[in-house]
């Protein structure tokens, strides 16, 4: 079965969303299997400190959470490459990705929420860069 392109968009975003995103996903068997990219070309801020979230391309089968895995290339706007481990949780009602979060080097596996993320702002040229990827079944 081909994949089929969707374009996933952050939530939780306070003002302007300065992301881009591309996305590829296969719905078989009652399972969506996906990879999605989202790209900070302009600073971008989340609404609360729960972070960003992420939507689904297809809803989730609700009443449970779901852990995807994540990445977070910081660029040059972190003077190099950032990345780490994250938990990704979709909503119990299934209908977004409610919460994006990394580990840490500080205290050992500290978990962080994604809220900032700073696309052009203070003189950087490559944007930061999320990829998300992951399984689950779908409502």
Not at 56 to 66: K, Q
Not at 117 to 123: A, K, N, Q, T
């Amino acid at each position: 079965m081909a994949a089929s392109s969707w374009v996933p968009k952050l939530t939780n975003v306070s003002g302007v969303d300065g992301t881009v995103g591309t996305g590829k996903f296969v719905e078989a068997n009652g399972v969506c299997t996906f990879t999605a990219q989202i790209v900070a070309k302009k600073e971008t801020q989340a609404a609360s400190n729960a972070g960003f979230g992420l939507n689904l391309p297809v809803p989730a089968a609700a009443g449970i959470r779901y852990v995807f895995n994540a990445s977070l290339d910081g660029r040059d706007a972190d003077s190099g490459v950032w990345t780490g481990e994250a938990q990704i949780y979709a909503g119990s009602d299934g209908s977004q990705i409610d919460r994006i979060r990394m580990t840490t080097g500080a205290n050992g596996s500290a978990v962080v929420n994604i809220g900032h993320l700073y696309g052009d702002s203070e003189g950087a040229t490559d944007a930061e860069i999320i990829t998300v990827t992951g399984s689950y079944p779908t409502a």
